[in-house]
């Protein structure tokens, strides 16, 4: 059983940058490809990113490829997700999740077992 624990969320202006991560414990970190996904209100859940075991491969939504970067500490059982450029769209409560099935990158909620509470991210313009 694995807990994963989202924090950095917060309030940010259009434009701005934040950099979320979620802790894990209780398993063995790097069995599991972790992903970030998000809700924003009234929608549903949404893929966002996700890397690898080993963190050698990373796959990202398109609507924030190249403004939002996953990472992934081993050692320290975390996975970051750093968002710069944000948009009022990007307005969502983020969850970070971890899949133990599939060795590479996943995209698929499904394919997820373990999820955080989530953490709230609110984008003014």
């Known amino acids: 059983q694995v807990q994963l624990v989202e924090s950095g969320g917060g309030l940010v202006q259009a434009g701005g940058s934040l950099k979320l991560s979620c802790a894990a414990s209780g398993g063995t970190f790097t069995g599991y490809t972790m992903g970030w996904f998000r809700q924003a209100p009234g929608k549903g859940r949404e893929f966002v990113s996700t890397i690898s075991r080993n963190g050698a491969n990373t796959f990202y939504a398109d609507s924030v490829k190249g403004r939002f970067a996953i990472s992934r500490d081993n050692a320290k059982n975390l996975v970051y997700l750093q968002m710069t450029s944000l948009k009022p769209e990007d307005t969502a409560v983020y969850y970070c999740?971890?899949?133990?099935?599939?060795?590479?990158?996943?995209?698929?909620?499904?394919?997820?077992?373990?999820w955080g509470q989530g953490t709230q991210v609110t984008v003014s313009s």
């Open positions: 999740a971890a899949d133990r099935s599939h060795i590479g990158i996943s995209i698929m909620s499904a394919h997820y077992v373990y």
